[in-house]
């Protein structure tokens, strides 16, 4: 994998070096998602976390705020991480690729993946954040995201849940927000109750992973 940073520096230039990253993608033209964009979206919360979620990329309301999960799937997301009294000042929340993916369809612009190129061309972003933040356990939201991280034939229904090492983190994949809100009846309470039982599992690591610390 492409590397933007030496392999040299520590916590100290955590902020310095995603500070570059993030200027770096505002400006990038490197695949044509740059054409549509109104904003890049770089990722928020604490790079110091030992927590980072990974989505599949920003959809309508990330691309015009410049921030991930925002809409009513940000709210969800939310939710889920309130359940282990968790915030998103805690955790440091990103995407695969930075810029929104969508084909116009109907003179409206309608949120796709992206595709594989497209994650590729965008992968050094992401390989920059992981050497910056070096996160001890990461959460996959959604089945784009956890086949780019963990395996490229991952299925989200069937190996969620599940811990695997990635980047030398424990690595866990769950349903992402938007497809949880797309289910109803029976299929939304048992989507929900798995996702909670997911971030359950993935609390547990962020509390050892604190308790270390102190
Ligand atoms: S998606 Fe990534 S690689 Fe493509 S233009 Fe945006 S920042 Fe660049």
């Not at 695969?96 to 796709?112: L, T, Y």
Request: glycine share 8%.
């Amino acid at each position: 994998m492409d590397s933007l940073f030496d392999a040299e520096g520590g916590a100290e230039n955590r902020g310095e070096r995603l500070a570059e990253l993030s200027r770096q993608v505002a400006v990038c033209t490197k695949c044509d998602l740059s054409l549509n964009r109104t904003n890049t979206v770089f990722g928020t919360g604490d790079p110091s976390s030992p927590l980072m979620l990974i989505g599949e990329g920003p959809g309508e309301n990330e691309d015009a705020s410049g921030l991930p999960f925002v809409g009513r799937a940000g709210k969800l997301l939310d939710d889920i991480l309130a359940a282990v009294d968790l915030d998103r000042d805690m955790v440091y929340i990103t995407n695969v690729v930075k810029c929104r993916a969508a084909n116009r369809e109907g003179g409206r612009m309608k949120n796709r993946p992206p595709t594989a190129a497209e994650a590729n061309a965008c992968d050094p972003y992401l390989q920059g954040q992981l050497e910056a933040i070096k996160p001890e356990i990461i959460l996959c939201l959604g089945g784009p995201a956890s086949k780019s991280i963990i395996n490229k034939n991952f299925r989200i229904t069937k190996d969620r849940g599940e811990w695997h090492e990635v980047y030398g983190a424990k690595t866990m994949a769950t349903f992402h927000p938007a497809y949880v809100l797309r289910q109803h009846g029976e299929d939304l309470q048992k989507t929900k109750r798995l996702v909670w039982r997911d971030i359950q599992e993935v609390y547990k690591e962020y509390q050892k992973a604190m308790e270390k610390r102190n």
